[in-house]
């Protein structure tokens, strides 16, 4: 026999980023919450986003060009973000105390660059609101019958409200929670869910010149991918070595393209750490280098011609060139060779990484079947759907944090 617990206006299942979001929304408008959270503590996957330092927004200042990072479900996000935007995203967070900056690629963090505190305005936005939190409480159920939910059953609980909110984000960082069970309710409603795989991902490579410089990034690169050897993708910036293989922004956002590559045939690619220079003019500024630095061994000069740290590590790309060779002994040939090499450092790539290191995992509910004016199902009437459970695939940057705060804000202004 399970415990029914009280009536609530609206129900949040899922404390993350768009769930806290759409509590405190929902509050403020006087209603009576209650938020569920499977974790014993709320935002846990929040708390490390952007590598705990939190992009919690891009300052893109065209909304089209925004959107467009959306690709297909731009058309349906022009109504959530008519209503919250990039706008509405800074004013929530700097009129609650926190100072928001803007970096690189108009990255948006907070200026603390602590994560911590992002979670710490929304914790706050709850408390002032009255929210019920009811934490370590794992939904096992929705029911639902004749177009509306009915309930949610949790332990030995059944959870009544009149408007449910699933948040319950995707696949991507299990550890934090995240293991795809809004999914499979919402399947098991009669829900459209497209299956989610891993999209923006790090790339695992199998070169042991990568893994030598596990923590060590390559700032303002190029890398070109090739399949079967033929030219496919090139992108610019910075990329992160790490023991598996590769990371970064520039990575990250390439990854699903790179997946497509992978089910087609062998993938490789060249890193540029001069993609300012051609051939020709990277052999003159390595004429005048090495003239400079004549008496000096290889090995030395070297560490003047790539990035800080990775001397060592690239340097046996060269094995026909002895290291200790001193610098007015190399011949033209050799010269040549040095920059044929960092012009285009080899890399096998094996595959992508998995859930586990995922920054976001596509698929979701079929966004025909959400009504994108209030983030409402078109299959049940008091049933809202937000964040990462949504069909939307988007890069990083801060786009995915953003769609979060925007469809949780409309979920929770209309619940």
């Known amino acids: 026999m399970r415990d029914r617990t009280t009536q609530y206006d609206v129900m949040v299942i899922g404390g993350g980023a768009s769930g806290m979001m759409a509590a405190g929304r929902a509050a403020a408008r006087g209603r009576?919450?209650?938020?569920?959270?499977?974790?014993?503590?709320?935002?846990?996957?929040?708390?490390?986003?952007?590598?705990?330092?939190?992009?919690?927004?891009?300052?893109?200042?065209?909304?089209?060009?925004?959107?467009?990072?959306?690709?297909s479900a731009a058309p349906f996000l022009y109504s959530p973000f008519a209503?919250?935007?990039?706008?509405?995203?800074?004013?929530?967070?700097?009129?609650?105390?926190?100072?928001?900056?803007?970096?690189?690629?108009?990255r948006v963090f907070p200026r603390t660059e602590k994560a911590l505190d992002v979670f710490r305005v929304l914790e706050a936005d709850l408390k002032k609101g009255k929210v019920e939190i009811r934490s370590d409480t794992a939904v096992s159920a929705m029911i639902g019958a004749e177009g509306r939910i009915e309930k949610v059953i949790a332990g030995q609980k059944e959870f009544f409200a009149a408007s449910y909110?699933?948040?319950?984000?995707?696949?991507?960082?299990?550890?934090?929670?995240?293991?795809?069970?809004?999914?499979?309710?919402?399947?098991?409603?009669?829900?459209?869910?497209?299956?989610?795989t891993p999209t923006i991902v790090p790339l695992a490579v199998s070169d042991a010149w990568i893994k030598a410089l596990a923590g060590v990034s390559l700032p303002a690169v190029r890398i070109t991918f090739r399949l079967n050897g033929k030219k496919q993708l090139t992108q610019n910036g910075r990329i992160l070595?790490?023991?598996?293989?590769?990371?970064?922004?520039?990575?990250?956002?390439?990854?699903?393209?790179?997946?497509?590559?992978?089910?087609?045939?062998?993938?490789?690619?060249?890193?540029d750490l001069y993609p300012g220079l051609d051939l020709g003019s990277l052999d003159q500024?390595?004429?005048?280098?090495?003239?400079?630095?004549?008496n000096k061994s290889l090995k030395t000069a070297f560490k003047l011609v790539v990035p800080a740290g990775t001397a060592q590590a690239i340097m046996p790309l060269l094995p026909a060139i002895d290291p200790e060779t001193?610098?007015?002994?190399?011949?033209?040939?050799?010269?040549?060779?040095?920059v044929r090499v960092i012009k285009a450092l080899p890399v096998t790539v094996t595959g992508l990484m998995g859930y586990d290191r995922a920054v976001i995992a596509d698929g979701?509910?079929?966004?025909?079947?959400?009504?994108?004016?209030?983030?409402?199902?078109?299959?049940?009437?008091?049933?809202?759907?937000?964040?990462?459970?949504?069909?939307?695939?988007?890069?990083?940057?801060?786009?995915?944090l953003q769609l979060c705060w925007t469809t949780g804000a409309v979920a929770g202004s209309h619940a």
């Open 285 to 294: 500024h390595l004429i005048k280098l090495f003239d400079a630095n004549k």
């Open 32 to 71: 009576r919450v209650l938020l569920l959270e499977k974790n014993r503590q709320l935002g846990e996957k929040l708390k490390i986003t952007g590598g705990g330092r939190c992009n919690l927004t891009n300052a893109q200042a065209s909304e089209r060009l925004f959107l467009a990072h959306y690709g």
């Open 241 to 271: 070595c790490t023991h598996f293989g590769l990371s970064g922004p520039v990575i990250l956002n390439a990854a699903k393209k790179v997946a497509d590559l992978l089910h087609a045939g062998a993938v490789t690619a060249g890193i």
């Open 326 to 338: 001193k610098v007015h002994s190399v011949t033209k040939e050799q010269r040549k060779q040095i």
């Open 83 to 106: 209503q919250f935007g990039v706008k509405d995203t800074f004013s929530f967070f700097e009129t609650r105390g926190l100072p928001l900056v803007i970096q690189a690629g108009q």
């Open 364 to 400: 979701g509910v079929s966004l025909k079947e959400i009504d994108a004016k209030t983030m409402r199902s078109r299959r049940y009437s008091n049933l809202f759907i937000t964040g990462d459970l949504l069909h939307i695939s988007r890069p990083s940057g801060g786009y995915s």
């Open 165 to 196: 909110i699933v948040a319950t984000g995707g696949t991507s960082h299990p550890e934090t929670g995240s293991t795809g069970d809004g999914l499979r309710w919402l399947k098991a409603l009669g829900h459209s869910v497209q299956e989610p």
